[in-house]
């Protein structure tokens, strides 16, 4: 099943997530769909120092919203705060140092955040694909720990600020990775057989996608989405997947052209006439799951994850 999802996913990826798919989509995007006024407006982005967060930073502060960069590495996320400010002559980008492995991190950093800031839109971009298995200084497996359960406590502890905002809306950058993965909900930490970075990566996506369709579920108010930001040549690529980079190098994406679909339903007033807890690719709504691609979870399955998300989130919390 693995072997046919894989064939079946790269076919697909070749169409539909090159540069010349981001072309074909974007005939057909709405004019004027990204022309509007962020003034008075706030955005958290995580991971936003390089590739599609810095990009979408970028586009939101061009607009004139207030751009909060939520960066592991004060020296990058400077520079691209000047970088940002320079370009969009925008004066409201601010840099927050944390580190998204670090739940107690996240946690404390959220508590201090919300005491004296409103947020309207929260871009859940951070990510990381560590290829060798790694624990945290908190004992969690690095990949999961960057990827999931600090999206989790960041998104989970935002919510409360999150509900008093205007239009509020949290943004997940997922992957089209995450098609070719059936949730392990007993091996969340990949404990278990070889561990295989790329696919343990796929894994956290999918864990994104369900969390993203269950919060939807559970906070109304709130617009909810998870997206693919296609194959782009970003600079978390060129580390992971070097291979995968040389091969497919002039095929992929500009930042742009990835970050495009997560500004697109970070600002758009047309985003959010769709329902909330989607998974988008190119401005689009696409399946959560290849056709007979046996990759659903049962209920049970979503249950357990988000048990344990929550006691690990609990364990953690200062």
């Not at 709405?30 to 407006?41: T, W």
């Not at 004060?74 to 000047?82: I, L, N, Q, S």
Request: hydrophobic share 40%; proline share 3%.
């Amino acid at each position: 099943m693995s072997f046919y999802r894989n064939a079946v996913w790269f076919v697909k990826g070749l169409q539909e997530y090159t540069k010349s798919g981001y072309e074909a989509a974007a005939k057909h995007f709405i004019p004027g769909d990204l022309e509007v006024n962020l003034s008075g407006r706030s955005f958290m982005i995580t991971g936003a120092n390089s590739g599609i967060g810095k990009a979408a930073a970028h586009e939101i502060a061009k607009r004139g919203g207030t751009v909060h960069l939520v960066c592991r590495n004060k020296g990058r996320a400077e520079t691209a705060k000047d970088e940002i400010v320079e370009l969009s002559k925008n004066q409201n980008v601010f840099v927050h140092i944390v580190d998204m492995s670090n739940a107690k991190q996240v946690w404390e950093f959220v508590q201090s955040f919300s005491q004296s800031n409103s947020v309207n839109v929260l871009i859940n971009n951070a990510g990381c694909m560590v290829n060798q298995r790694e624990l945290t200084e908190e004992g969690i497996e690095k990949n999961f720990a960057t990827n999931t359960l600090g999206t989790y406590i960041l998104t989970m502890a935002l919510i409360p600020t999150l509900k008093q905002a205007e239009d509020p809306r949290v943004v997940t950058v997922s992957s089209g990775g995450m098609l070719v993965q059936k949730m392990t909900v007993d091996d969340l930490q990949s404990e278990k057989g070889t561990f295989d970075g790329t696919m343990v990566y796929a894994q956290n996506k999918r864990q994104q996608v369900i969390l993203t369709e269950r919060w939807a579920s559970q906070y109304k108010e709130i617009h909810f989405s998870s997206m693919h930001p296609g194959w782009a040549d970003t600079p978390a690529v060129q580390l992971s997947m070097p291979d995968f980079h040389a091969k497919m190098k002039n095929k992929l994406r500009t930042e742009a052209m990835g970050a495009d679909t997560v500004v697109w339903l970070a600002v758009s007033p047309m985003a959010t006439k769709q329902p909330s807890g989607l998974f988008f690719q190119d401005r689009k709504a696409v399946a959560t799951h290849l056709p007979l691609a046996s990759s659903r979870s049962s209920s049970t399955d979503e249950e357990k994850l988000l048990e344990v998300l929550d006691q690990l989130a609990q364990k953690f919390k200062p």
